[in-house]
């Protein structure tokens, strides 16, 4: 190494480097081209400018950075994220050809920004390929954007069950809920959705099981896709009664929100009465005042 000190690097530095040596082959003018062409896998955080100037860095030092500066831990997550992508690459090696597997592979390692064709071929293969697509959900690398498809891969994988309409993913989309990313979330709960009554049935039973916990707000959260169900609404209005409940603000403001389809004058009047319990300066509060002044 050249007599230099090595700048302070932060935390998106340390991301930028595993980035690189993940998807790009450890080539910051790869990197940096197809940052230019944005493509799919482009990071947010990551700016153009400060990617150069770490390729600047390193060749002043005349060492690799990454070799440098990250500890253990990243170069394991990167090799695995090299394995990862070496084991789909030779699905399409293998004699005799696997179809299934090949299309999960085309799903995964698109470019597209929407992945419509490799979306269709599997819808096209119908609940055969139910299995792999929950595979793919279960899978946490694949919510992680250091590995294959840029933590994109559930998005589409969602969707596509959420075409096939197989009441059996329901439990491992709902188990799949929660990974901090709008995105995802979304076309989950738009999957669960899809589905149709066994979905609503199956997260009826989530949204009262005990103890409270996230399940009970993740299963609040897709019954509010049922709008205009006085059955949930109901159930809603029953759960908003329990003091426990109350306790637990997210929950209890997704409980008012699924209120809004309450219909009978007796529940208005209940709905009324528990809102006039709470602080008056509070969240929930405020929350139910204004569902309730557009109560039918």
Request: some cysteine; overall charge negative; proline content about 5%.
């Amino acid at each position: 190494m050249k007599n230099q000190e090595i700048p302070l690097l932060d935390a998106i530095d340390m991301e930028i480097l595993m980035h690189r040596d993940a998807h790009f082959g450890g080539s910051f003018g790869i990197m940096l081209e197809y940052y230019e062409k944005e493509g799919v896998g482009t990071q947010p955080d990551f700016e153009e400018k400060r990617i150069a100037e770490l390729a600047h860095v390193e060749t002043d030092l005349g060492e690799n950075l990454s070799d440098v500066i990250l500890p253990e831990a990243a170069h394991l997550t990167v090799e695995k994220s090299k394995q990862l992508y070496q084991d789909l690459r030779e699905v399409y090696e293998v004699d005799p050809p696997k179809p299934h597997a090949i299309l999960i592979s085309n799903l995964i390692l698109s470019e597209e920004i929407v992945p419509e064709e490799e979306m269709q071929a599997l819808i096209d293969e119908g609940q055969t390929v139910v299995p792999l697509l929950i595979d793919l959900m279960n899978s946490e690398s694949f919510y992680d954007p250091i590995y294959p498809g840029y933590g994109r891969s559930p998005i589409f994988a969602a969707k596509v069950l959420g075409e096939l309409k197989d009441e059996t993913a329901i439990p491992f989309l709902f188990q799949a809920l929660g990974q901090e990313n709008f995105f995802t979330d979304e076309a989950i709960i738009k999957a669960i959705r899809a589905i149709g009554n066994k979905s609503k049935q199956f997260l009826i039973k989530a949204l009262q099981h005990k103890p409270y916990s996230k399940n009970n707000e993740h299963a609040a959260i897709c019954l509010l896709e049922f709008s205009d169900d006085p059955e949930i609404a109901s159930l809603c209005l029953c759960l908003l009664k329990d003091e426990e409940v109350r306790k637990r603000e997210s929950l209890a403001a997704y409980l008012a929100f699924g209120c809004a389809a309450l219909e009978k004058d007796t529940e208005h009047q209940e709905f009324k009465q528990i809102m006039s319990s709470l602080d008056e300066k509070s969240d929930l509060y405020r929350e139910m005042r204004s569902i309730l002044n557009n109560l039918k």
